[in-house]
């Protein structure tokens, strides 16, 4: 029996209504009434906004670019680090003053920010008309109804078991876009001391396999033909079903059944997490892309064990090492945080040096910033600031290089680029994506979206790829 269809149950669905798509897309189109979005963070968060559109799409709302044009403004918000938290803060601000203007507008706070704050959102900012938690998403059109009907703010930050309303709406519009984000699960069940995400998101829940083939499908019929497998920790998918339904590795291959879907990606995965059956899927299927985000944070064995990520080095090296000879040539990007309590310059000497050892083509880095309600609050040795910001300096200067190698070891290559549309800064070129997940802009047409193109890349720069079409 085909594994992914066998278990678990299906639970109530959502109403048959809700699945009519096209009278969600006939909405948006005709929607009189305007909505603005604004989004931090993950591309949780992005997807989290793709579902709110879908939703409102439904109910007549359509999406402007202009907050002053809109009747209901919406903050999808990240707490993460401290900066992130503090655009939420300077945001309000400016939306306020639109409200100001305009008091039959309402404003609408979502993401990790008022998954967290709850009631205190409105008790300190009295002027927010909703505080929407992270497993409430779904619950966005009764929430305005009862704001309208009582006057008052509503407040809705539960979590949620059933994973029919955590993941609601179970279809998304497209909008044009020919790649795209698909929930696979929610949540994570580590405990890594610095990490505010298990409080935001709540435990693990994995999505029903059968809703997320359903959800790739639909994308397809868009025209979508690249899907990124989304979760905080993507390879226990399956965890609360063990062996009586698909893991990972099984639903990425399921995914990569699907004819019109060309490419396969995830994001993101832990190291302990990782084992024979992504091996297999990156042997075994050609549409997993040659790219792998895995998340290091350190060097050093001793910071790990205080960030309680429960692996060391050697367990990373290996993960690397199996995934290097499953897939030879793949593209590795990692995080990495620095001055994290406790961190010597010997700990960091370790990160400089498991960096250089494994090569990867980009890191994301990041100061280490106390988070609310987080273990590491309690650990001593904090690393003073002006220390962080230069080891930091120090360490990205050092990606710089590797990125920059990286870049120059393609240049004369010929890669399939998936056209995603128009490229940024010049109107006469498109942009796409390498299977490492570099960005490539090359002089192209805009009809292009959506096809494969043979490209030979020219320049390789930090960042990103220059090429030119050979078909
Ligand atoms: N301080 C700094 N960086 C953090 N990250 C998560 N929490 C913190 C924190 N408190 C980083 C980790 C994670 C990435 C998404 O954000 O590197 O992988
Ligand atoms: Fe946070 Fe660690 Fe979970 Fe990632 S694995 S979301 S860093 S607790």
């Not at 798509?21 to 909405?27: D, E, G, K, M, N």
């Not at 002053?68 to 903050?75: M, Q, S, V």
């Not at 400016?94 to 920010?113: D, F, Y």
């Not at 698909?246 to 990782?274: C, M, S, Y």
Request: charged share 30%; aromatic share 6%.
């Amino acid at each position: 029996m085909n594994p992914v269809f066998s278990k678990p149950q299906a639970a109530e669905g959502p109403p048959a209504e809700d699945l009519d798509l096209r009278r969600v897309a006939r909405a948006q189109g005709a929607g009189e009434k305007s909505l603005y979005v604004e989004t931090y963070g993950c591309q949780m968060n992005e997807r989290d906004t793709d579902a709110l559109a879908t939703l409102m799409a439904a109910h007549g709302y359509r999406v402007t670019e202009k907050p002053e044009d809109a009747d209901l403004l919406f903050l999808n918000t990240c707490s993460v680090r401290e900066k992130a938290e503090h655009k939420t803060w300077s945001d309000l601000g400016r939306l306020r003053l639109i409200k100001n203007e305009k008091p039959q507008v309402r404003i609408a706070v979502l993401g990790c920010v008022a998954q967290q704050m709850g009631e205190d959102m409105v008790r300190r900012n009295s002027f927010v008309d909703l505080v929407i938690g992270t497993h409430n998403v779904h619950a966005i059109p009764d929430m305005l109804e009862e704001r309208e009907r009582t006057g008052k703010p509503v407040i809705r930050a539960d979590f949620h078991s059933e994973e029919q309303k955590i993941f609601r709406p179970a279809e998304i519009l497209a909008s044009g876009r020919v790649a795209a984000f698909v929930n696979i699960m929610v949540g994570c069940d580590h405990k890594c001391t610095y990490c505010i995400v298990p409080q935001t998101r709540g435990p693990e829940i994995s999505r029903k396999p059968e809703d997320i083939l359903a959800e790739v499908r639909q994308l397809a019929e868009q025209g979508v033909r690249e899907v990124t497998l989304l979760g905080q920790n993507v390879n226990s998918y399956g965890k609360q079903w063990a062996e009586q339904g698909p893991d990972f590795g099984q639903l990425v291959l399921e995914v990569a059944k699907i004819p019109e879907i060309w490419r396969v990606r995830f994001t993101t995965p832990h190291p302990v997490n990782v084992g024979e059956s992504l091996y297999r899927a990156f042997a075994e299927c050609e549409k997993l892309q040659s790219h792998l985000h895995l998340p290091v944070q350190s060097g050093s064995d001793k910071i790990l064990r205080r960030m309680k990520r429960e692996y060391g080095v050697d367990r990373y090296r290996e993960v690397v090492r199996r995934i290097r000879a499953a897939r030879p040539g793949i593209a590795l990007t990692t995080d990495i945080i620095v001055g994290f309590p406790g961190e010597t310059d010997e700990d960091f000497e370790a990160t400089i040096a498991l960096m250089k050892e494994v090569e990867y083509d980009s890191a994301y880095s990041f100061i280490y910033s106390p988070r609310p309600e987080t273990a590491a609050l309690r650990l001593s040795e904090a690393v003073p600031p002006e220390l962080a910001r230069e080891r930091l300096a120090r360490l990205q200067l050092l990606q710089e290089e590797m990125s920059a190698r990286a870049a120059k070891a393609l240049e004369g290559n010929t890669q399939e680029i998936l056209v995603e549309g128009r490229s940024r800064r010049r109107d006469e070129e498109v942009c796409g994506r390498t299977g490492g997940n570099w960005l490539v802009n090359f002089p192209g047409r805009p009809e292009w979206t959506g096809r494969r193109v043979p490209v030979r890349i020219t320049k390789g720069l930090p960042h990103t790829l220059r090429g030119e079409a050979l078909a």
